[in-house]
Structure formats: C-alpha cells, structure tokens
C-alpha cells in the first residue's frame, strides 16, 4: 500500500541534502571523479585493447629480419623466392620501411615503401596503394603525420634530407584512410623506390619479409624452415608480437591503477569517516524525528533516498562527463599514458568500445556501498533511546 | 488514561555511576487532567515524561496508556504510538534550524505519505491556531524565542493528539510570553486533551486551568 515513493520524505532528503551544502558538495565531487576516473579508464583500456586485437589480428603471421651482430639489418629480396618455395607459405613479401625523424616537432614518423600491384599486408595500405600515384614522388600520410606537417606549414610537398644530405622532395598526395588508427597514425605510405632512394637502400634489399601461411598450425614449422634455411635471421611470429605489445599496455596502465587507487582511497576515507558514527548534530536530528513519531525504518528511508540520492547523482555525472571525456573529447592526457608506441605526440581518435558491464560493474562498486556505509551508522543511532532529545 | 505502575528508572545500571532517575512511581492521569509536575533540577521530570512518551524503557514496572502497554512496545510500535497519541514540547524547542516553519511543522506527518490536500489542511489549522500563519515560511533560525516555542506547540499538534507534554516550556521565556504561553495551554485544556507539564516555574503552581500538583524529589513522588 506505501509501496509508492513518499514524496514528502524525498522532499525531505533533497532538503537536507541541500542543507548539508559543503559535505554534499565534497562527497558529489569525490565519488563522481572517482566514478569519472574509473569509467574512463575502463572505456580507454578496453577500447585499447579491441584495437590491439585488430592490430595484431592484421598482422602477418611470420616477419623475418636479417641479423648482424645482434643488430636488425637489411634483407636481401632474393630470399622472398627462396621462402616462396617451403610448403605451406602461401605468399612472401618483402617489406621496405624504418622512421624518419622530423626534427621541426621532434617526433618520427614511420615511413613505408609499398608497390602498386603487390598484395598489401595491411587492408589501409591497400587502400592507400590505390589513391598513391606511383608515376611520381607522392605520398599519402597517416592522420597524425598530417595534422603534424600542417601545423608546420608542409601543406603540398615535403623535403626528406637523404643520407648524403641532399634533399627529396615529395608531394603530398592527401591522407589515407587507417582502418586501425593506433598503429596508422604516425605512417607516411610512398613508393617502394621512393622510400628506398631515403633510406639509402639499394633495390635488390629490403627491411624485412612478411610471411603469410595458410595453415594457422603450420606457422611454428614454417618459422623453424626459415631458420634452418638462413641462420642469421629472426624470425618472428604473430604470438611474439602479441606478447610484446600485451606488455607495453600492462605496464602503461599501472600508471593509472596509481590514480585510481589515490581515489579509491578517499573514497574509503569518506565510508571510514560515515562508518565511525554520526556527528553529535545528525543524533540529534534523528532523535528529534523518533521523539515526534519517526520509526526507526522511516529514519533509514530518509537516508536511504539521501544517500541515493547524492550517490547516483555522482554516478551519473561521473559516468555522463567519462562520456563526454573519452568520446567527445577524445580522452586528452589519458590517452598519452596509454599510447604513444611512437613518439608521436598528436592526439587521434580511437575508436571506442561502448560496454554496458563495465558501466554496471561500477554502478555496483559505488552506489550500494555508499548507501550501506550512510545507513549502517544510521540504524545505529536511531535504535538507541531517543530520550536525549529531552535533556 | 496514563497510569505509571510502580516505575523504576535506572540510568547505566550496569556500570558504577549508575544513577536511580525515578524510585517506585505510581501515578494515574484521567483523559483531560492538566498535571504539573514540580521538582528541582535533576528530580527526574524529564524521565517520567520520556517513559510516558516511550522514549526510554522503565527499567521495572509498567507504562498503560489507553490500556496499552506502551513500555513494552518495540521500535516501530512506539513510534506509531507517540505519533497518534503524543504532542512533545520541548525546552529547547527541538526544532531544526535550516528548515522553514512550515517544514518543521509537517515533520510529523512526513512518514505517512498523506494526501498534499490532507497535509495543507493540518498546516493551516495550526498555523492559525497558535498565530504564526505570518511566519510560515521563514526559517526558524531566524524566529525569536517566542515564535520558535509556538511553532514547537503547532508541531506536537498537528497530528492532534491525545496526550500533550510539556518540558519546562516557559524556562526560556519572558513573563509575558510564559503567560501567553498558558493562554495556549488553556486552548489545548478545552479540546480536551491531557497535559502533563514538568516545571520548577512558580507561574504554574497556582493556576486555574492545572488540576493537580505533583511534586517529584530525587525520584520519589511525594
Ligand atoms: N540518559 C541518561 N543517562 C544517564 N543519566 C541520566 C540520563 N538521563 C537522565 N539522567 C539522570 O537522571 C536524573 C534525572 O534526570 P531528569 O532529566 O529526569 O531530571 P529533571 O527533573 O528533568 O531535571 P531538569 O530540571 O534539570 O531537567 C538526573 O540525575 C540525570 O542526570
Ligand atoms: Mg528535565
């Protein structure tokens, strides 16, 4: 029958939240940064993590690298024939790229050769091999690159300075379209001999060969072929790769478990404090309202709707401004601690993940918990004789 | 009809500053009785007004109202039974200082979720009949003591009930307010309702409207 929410008792709760202005307003601000903080960090990394799925989903299975003295040296492209030849491979490409510093913003760009008719090992070069005119000196850059040459004014061509020092001039021939934006941002895509003529390569070398194999259970048999075939060679394969960029994240996001734990601590602080019992002021109100005829369950109600009340609210506007923050703003500063496989220091978008379970996971992590820490103390003091109020 | 059968209150009887408030009390007020309750300080007025309310629990003996046994009442009974039956003022008015007038007024009713129309109702017959209708939506804090002590009257009436209790309701207040004051106690006397005031004012020893005196010394009644 009083089943329907009692508006006076809501009234009552809002009334004293308002009351209360200072201690509302910090309880507000902690547990809605806190919520902010959680929710943001929750979108980014999972986000991060679909876009390294997808990364290393692009990948090819095998890379191999020639070595000298532990170090990564140039390929000669006659092996790609040679590999063609062991079962199982299915195609081998060789790949012509490395970084280019540009010292204007004091970041580098990675800089990737590819030709017209070859079979791309990623579906945005593909798309950048149609649009790139290979008739002459154009390249096609990644969103960062860019918004970075523009800001410095390289608007339709840009001088590479060659190893002798001498100057390249390339055109600009516009942006590609990066299908997976984390690992294409930084990437200028060129002729194969364009990109060499930079690098000071001759044309019969290569950076390295990717290694397609049809068969996902061959790729270990295929990567030991390579190797006894060329001794002085890594050979990498997709699990590798995977291993190491799953350590870059873990160790990027320990960055922030620091920032959430700072929150979370004050967080327990404010539960702390409402645990250890109710101000003098508060045992006074709740014994004025037994002395005029409040039960003990009409005392928890009204701290029920007020601490719902300011908890939700925090969660809404944590959860509403994480929202704004990582979807409209693009998650400025907490993006950088995440990314950043390159120096690149331009923003860019990632594609964001929207998921429903991390929003309850937090709904459930704050909400009942501040509720149950305002009612605990609560029921406390107003099961004790409320006879104070008499003297 | 109150009736204290053979009260005994003890303050913190398991520990060693135990102190005996009321000593074996038996007292018996008809429907309609104005008793004033008379004693020095610390004589345990308060305490007998706290049992009858069922603030506090006798420590022996037995509080009847109307035949209920309200000393026996668990929380949400005793609550229900001071809300239909029992009108509080307090010295200290027990109001509280950031909410309005009418707000403070209404605090009683605000558990039972009634009818907005039902709840105006209550508010304004009060308002009128202890005069501060002009004053209804000023915050208390800002009332003077006199105004602050008639919203306390308005507020132990709004549910209109039975039984009115009164804690040294003229301790803060100037002769003429006391004996503004006494003119509301007559008011609520021809309604019909049971008062019980405990006071050490002289103002009330010799009054028309009191039908008995009762005098309370160090727990015991005399
Ligand atoms: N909650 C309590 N805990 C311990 N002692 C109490 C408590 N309430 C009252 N007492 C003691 O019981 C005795 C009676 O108190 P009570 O308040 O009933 O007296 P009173 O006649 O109302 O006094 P006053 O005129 O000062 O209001 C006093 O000695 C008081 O100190
Ligand atoms: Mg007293």
Do not use: C
Not at chain 1, 91 to 98: H, K, P
Not at chain 1, 175 to 183: G, I, K, M, R
Not at chain 2, 140 to 152: I, P
């Amino acid at each position: 029958m009083r089943a329907k929410i009692n508006m006076y008792l809501f009234e009552h709760a809002v009334n004293s939240l308002f009351r209360q202005k200072f201690k509302t307003l910090f309880v507000v601000l902690v547990l809605s940064t806190l919520i902010f903080l959680l929710t943001s960090v929750f979108f980014i990394s999972n986000s991060i993590k679909h876009e390294l799925q997808s990364t290393v989903d692009a990948l090819p299975e095998i890379i191999v690298q020639k070595l000298g003295g532990g170090r990564h040296y140039d390929i000669e492209t006659s092996s790609v024939d040679e590999i063609l030849e062991i079962t199982g491979v299915s195609s081998a490409t060789e790949r012509v790229w490395g970084y280019y510093y540009f010292e204007n913003a004091g970041v580098n760009f990675t800089l990737v050769g590819i030709d017209e008719f070859e079979e791309q090992y990623k579906k945005s070069f593909a798309s950048a091999a149609k649009e790139l005119d290979f008739s002459k000196p154009t390249m096609m850059l990644g969103e960062g690159v860019e918004s970075v040459m523009d800001k410095n004014y390289y608007k339709e061509y840009f001088n590479f300075i060659k190893h002798d020092g001498t100057l390249k001039r390339v055109d600009i021939g516009g942006v590609f379209d990066t299908q997976s934006e984390l690992e294409s941002n930084d990437v200028i895509v060129m002729s194969k001999d364009d990109a060499r003529e930079i690098f000071n390569m001759s044309k019969n070398m290569a950076t390295d060969i990717v290694v397609k194999v049809a068969n996902e259970d061959e790729i270990a048999t295929v990567a030991s072929k390579i190797k006894l075939l060329y001794p002085d060679v890594r050979v990498i394969t997709k699990d590798d790769i995977k291993i190491s960029y799953q350590n870059i994240f873990d160790y990027k996001s320990g960055i922030f478990l620091a920032l959430f734990v700072v929150s979370l601590f004050t967080f327990f602080i404010i539960i702390y404090d409402k645990l250890s019992g109710l101000s003098s002021e508060e045992r006074r109100e709740i014994g004025i309202l037994k002395a005029i005829g409040w039960s003990v369950g009409d005392v928890l109600k009204e701290k029920f709707y007020e601490s719902f009340i300011i908890s939700f609210f925090s969660y809404m506007s944590g959860v509403v401004l994480a929202l704004f923050f990582v979807y409209i703003l693009k998650a400025p500063l907490l993006q950088n601690i995440f990314t950043g496989y390159s120096q690149l220091k331009t923003s860019f978008a990632l594609p964001f993940v929207f998921d429903i379970q991390t929003l309850f996971l937090i709904f459930f992590l704050s909400v009942p918990i501040y509720i149950a820490a305002t009612i605990i103390p609560s029921y406390r003091g107003a099961t004790l004789d409320a006879d104070e109020v008499m003297r | 009809m109150i009736e204290l059968k053979n009260i005994t209150k003890i303050y913190e009887e398991s520990k060693e500053n135990s102190v005996t408030a009321l000593k074996n009390i038996n007292l018996t007020v008809k429907d309609g009785e104005v008793i004033v309750l008379r004693g020095a300080s610390g004589s345990g007025k308060s305490t007998i007004l706290s049992l009858i309310a069922s603030l506090a629990k006798p420590t022996s003996g037995e509080v009847v109202v109307d035949g209920l046994r309200v000393s026996k009442l668990v929380d949400s009974f005793a609550s229900a039974y001071r809300r239909d039956n029992i009108g509080i003022i307090f010295q200290k008015y027990n109001l509280i200082p950031s909410l309005s007038v009418s707000e403070n007024i209404i605090l009683p009713l605000v558990p039972l979720n009634l009818h907005v129309k039902e709840v105006e109702a209550k508010l304004e017959s009060v308002l009128e009949k202890f005069h501060i209708v002009h004053r209804a939506y000023g915050l208390v804090k800002n009332l003077s003591g006199g105004e602050q002590q008639r919203v306390a009257i308005a507020r132990a009436n709004i549910n209109n009930p039975k039984i009115i209790l009164a804690d040294e309701p003229t301790a803060n207040l100037d002769e003429k307010l006391s004996l503004h004051f006494i003119e509301m106690l007559r008011e609520l006397k021809r309604d019909g309702k049971t008062i019980i005031v405990a006071t050490h004012d002289p103002l009330f020893f010799d009054l028309d409207i009191v039908d008995r005196v009762l005098e309370i010394n160090h727990g015991v009644l005399l």
